[in-house]
């Protein structure tokens, strides 16, 4: 339904459900990182080159207070300043973090199982 935000048609058409998605959507994103950080914190992400466990949790956790920040700025924008124009900023800002990390990631695990000749099903479904 993420998509849909963006979609100037929809979001004229369809106001109420633009709204009601959007706070869905941010609610569970915000939950997302706690939980993310919670894990990192508990369990960590690098069990397997253990020398990068604290590079790659302090990572996480910058990337966790971005996300956490432009969800926060986008809720801002459009709730308490009425700023649309900001708000759609501080939406493409959100989502080219989200999405663009999730590409991000998967490139890198292709590469990784390019390289060391491992199944790439195998990297993917155990990494995330």
């Given at each position: 339904?993420?998509?849909l935000?963006?979609?100037p048609?929809?979001?004229?058409?369809?106001?109420n459900?633009?709204r009601?998605?959007?706070r869905?959507?941010?609610?569970?994103?915000?939950?997302?990182?706690v939980?993310?950080?919670?894990?990192?914190?508990?369990?960590g992400?690098?069990?397997?080159?253990?020398?990068?466990?604290?590079?790659?949790?302090?990572?996480l956790?910058?990337?966790g207070?971005?996300?956490?920040?432009?969800?926060?700025?986008l809720?801002?924008?459009?709730?308490?300043?009425k700023?649309?124009?900001?708000?759609?900023?501080?939406a493409?800002r959100?989502?080219?973090m989200?999405?663009?990390?999730?590409?991000y990631f998967?490139?890198?695990?292709?590469?990784e199982?390019?390289?060391?000749?491992?199944n790439?099903?195998?990297?993917?479904?155990?990494s995330?």
């Amino acid at each position: 339904m993420a998509p849909l935000q963006y979609v100037p048609w929809f979001r004229r058409n369809y106001l109420n459900f633009h709204r009601w998605n959007g706070r869905v959507a941010v609610t569970l994103l915000g939950i997302t990182v706690v939980g993310g950080s919670i894990y990192t914190w508990e369990v960590g992400i690098s069990q397997i080159v253990p020398e990068y466990q604290t590079s790659a949790n302090c990572a996480l956790y910058v990337f966790g207070v971005l996300v956490f920040t432009c969800c926060v700025m986008l809720y801002y924008h459009a709730a308490i300043s009425k700023q649309i124009d900001k708000h759609q900023l501080w939406a493409y800002r959100l989502a080219g973090m989200v999405f663009g990390s999730q590409m991000y990631f998967r490139l890198i695990f292709l590469v990784e199982a390019m390289v060391l000749g491992e199944n790439f099903d195998d990297i993917a479904m155990t990494s995330t």
